[in-house]
């Protein structure tokens, strides 16, 4: 039985949280990001489209990287491009540097996701990766919630008078304009990431061996795939997803100080962490609905929701607004999952290349945000978030037209109800 190293799970999930405390931030941002620098939404739009178009860029390159340079050095590099475009934006905080201080982050961020769950399957053994990748989740989510948090702490406590402050608030005080108070949260992102270069750079890691059908292919690989129907059906369905997920997060906090006036400070910073909280606890609903539905039903009920709450969050009054934007999390929360395991099992072969291609659709967060931007300036925020009734709609589709080659088990529950209940004048099967 090959070894296990129950070292090196704890240390993936830890670069999970820190991958999720730093990409999910920029949400709560966005209104003091507009208002610090004066933009437009179109040009704030830009601020998600430099971040998420990374993935565009480097998902696939990321993966060949893996093969010739192996997990330890790939992360390693990773984490010092994301402490290069942290410590850039900190330190000269301009609408400037903070696209391409996004895009440094975000080709790290990529290069991250490509490498820890091969790594985390070979860690924690193929009988355990689903259960793992589940825990990697809920660890992702904690951190997306707790990420709006500290940036609230941070933003209205280096407000506050300089008696009040502790050493690392004054500390922190002195080094970001006071008008930018945000800008502090670069520089624990800069201190998260050098940390973690340190960390990983200490540490000794086994070498695995990946099967033949999680490598990363050559291009000719590549080329089959995309060559087939289905592949081109599924990166539209990931990139309708992470469109509407950054599309949704990424603009509640200003939705809701444009229309209801909420301070984005503390009810948006808020309404994105539970956004985020919402999403983690959907997953725990979503494991124990996989195993009593099919995954194209499940899909299909929580895009209906999805739905429904969009237009309550975009049509109703205030406080129905802000809650339904929190409960946008968790109708979102199966998505991703299910999405990415009807594609995996719709092929037969080429599963690592087919993954590195689906992880590309991760661009889709750049171009639905930037979209949502675009539109605003033109129609309102209200009218251009409703752009993702068309991703959340396509999302749909996804559980009616999909036909994978292995359907996900399910207990026979129904069996189970009709072996047990009695036929008139019978007994219950014990």
Known sequence: MPRRYPWL????FLVFFVISFITNILG????DIINGFHLTLRLAGFLPFAFFVAYGVMSIPAGMLLERYREKVVMVAAFALAFGGSLLFATTPTFGAALPSLFLI?????MLQVAINPLLRAAGGEEHFAFLSVMGQLVFGSASFLSPLVYSYLVTHLQSASGRQG?????LAARVPATLPWVSLYWVFAVVTL???????AVRLPRFELKEDERAGAW??????LADRRVWLFFVGIFCYVGSEQGIANWISKFLDSYHHFDPQV???RAVAFFWGLMTAGCLLGLLLLKLFDSRRVLAGFAVGAIATLATALLGPARVSYYAFMLLGFWLSVMWSIIFSLALNSVPRHHGSFSGILCTGIVGGAFVSLAVGWLGDRFGLRASMALLFLTLGYILSVGFWAKPLVANATVPWRELVRRRRPAVGQAATP
Do not use: N, Q, S
């Open 167 to 171: 050493p690392l608030l004054g500390v």
């Open 220 to 225: 000719d690989t590549h080329r089959e795939l």
């Open 9 to 12: 799970v704890l240390l993936v």
């Open 28 to 31: 709560p941002l966005v209104p």
């Open 106 to 110: 975000g080709i790290g961020m990529t």
């Open 267 to 269: 009810e948006g910073a």
């Open 195 to 201: 940390v973690m270069v340190v960390l990983l750079a």
